[in-house]
């Protein structure tokens, strides 16, 4: 099988979950699974993919919701030479199926797969769909997606609704022993703030703006995104001994499941993951969306808050960003109360649905 798509954890992560999901399927079935993952150069996939010892190519792509006609220029050529050679590489790989998470990366996979009549499934994390996957809609075999609001988008006779397939580390730790792991005080406010594996500069400074009042009150967890580190330990060390030994940074962060788990409350972008591992982890979280080109993380962070396990809060609105956190973290009942709502929206059985499809479509 060959999986396609990334660009962002929100894309690879639940990539992996049904590569793994698949391979316990198989290997209880007594058949092997030859797997390729298909990327972009440069991106975090082409780190997190093959440290799960997944065999990882890259194929050029590029996002044509640009607003340069230079840019948009460049990536059509991109978007011919990724398919150029996702067709090479399915030759010479004979997948029985294709499977597509999105993102610009999955494009050219998934129009290759197309052309030489391969199955393809694609999976939508999100509540609306992005321009790619709207277009590999309309190739797909059979779809699927994290909720039934996006079922208005795709093609109700081949797309079924399985949840976000997430990592397996957040079945395996409960807030105790994800607290003993990150060395953090079992009896503590946990804050755990993170701009995302592509980073978030204005969530950061957010945060660097209200780091004494967050200390008071909380251990924080600091996600920062690998080019803000160097900035955040800057910021630390102008803190007092005791604030700096609760003000914990990361530029990227493994153990994420372990991360949510043990945190009272999470900080994040509204990107597709924030649909499916806040509510694994029980997390009760403020959610500030990303706006970008073409497209919005909204109707994600706005689906989170109507369920009531989320408060979203514009880029706009980030200096209200401590009061708002402050204020949850000294309402238990609230706390509770969302954290209540996010784990009633969990699928744990989300991977192995999408593998058990997976495996339908290729015999």
């Known amino acids: 099988m060959i999986f396609a798509g990334g660009g962002t954890g929100g894309h690879v992560y ?10 316990a399927e198989l290997d209880a079935a007594g058949e092997a699974l030859d797997l390729l993952y298909i990327g972009v150069a440069g991106r975090v996939d082409e780190t997190i993919v093959p440290a799960e010892g997944i065999a990882f190519r890259t194929v050029p792509a590029g996002p044509l919701r640009v607003s340069s006609p230079m840019t948009f220029a460049s990536n059509m050529i991109k ?9 090479s590489i399915l030759r010479s790989f004979h997948p029985d199926v294709v499977f597509a998470t999105g993102g610009y990366a999955s494009v050219p996979v998934g129009t290759a797969a197309r052309l030489l009549q391969r199955p393809l499934v694609v999976y939508l994390p999100d509540v609306t769909p992005g321009w790619a996957v709207r277009f590999l809609a309309r190739l797909a075999t059979r779809m699927t997606t994290t909720h039934e609001r996006a079922l208005r988008f795709l093609p109700a006779d081949r797309t079924e609704v399985v949840g976000y397939p997430v990592r397996d580390g957040f079945s395996r730790l409960d807030r105790a022993g994800a607290r003993t792991l990150l060395g953090l005080p079992t009896g503590s406010r946990v804050l755990l703030v993170t701009a995302g594996s592509l980073g978030a500069r ?7 703006a209200a780091l004494p009042r967050l200390l008071a009150s909380a251990e924080l967890l600091h996600v920062t995104g690998v080019d803000d580190v160097v900035l955040a330990e ?4 102008q803190l007092a001994q005791t604030q700096r030994e609760r003000y914990h940074i990361y530029g990227y962060l493994a153990g994420m499941p372990a991360a949510m788990i043990a945190a009272d409350l999470v900080v994040c972008r509204a990107g597709a993951s924030s649909l499916g591992e806040l509510p694994a982890a029980g997390a009760p979280s403020i959610l500030v969306p990303g706006e970008y080109e073409g497209w919005s993380q909204a109707p994600n962070a706005e689906f989170m808050q109507s369920q009531g396990a989320a408060i979203v809060l514009r880029n706009a609105e980030l ?18 109360r969302m954290s209540q709502a996010a784990t009633s929206l969990a699928r744990p059985d989300a991977a192995r649905r999408i593998a058990r499809i997976l495996r339908e479509v290729a015999a």
Do not use: C, F, Y
């Open 234 to 237: 800057q910021k630390r060390a």
């Open 79 to 87: 978007l011919a030479r990724g398919v150029a050679q996702s067709l």
């Open 202 to 208: 204005r969530i950061n400074e957010a945060v660097w």
């Open 14 to 23: 639940p990539g992996i979950a049904v590569a793994k999901a698949l391979r």
């Open 319 to 336: 200096d209200r960003l401590a009061d708002i956190a402050l204020d949850l973290l000294h309402d238990d009942t609230r706390l509770a």
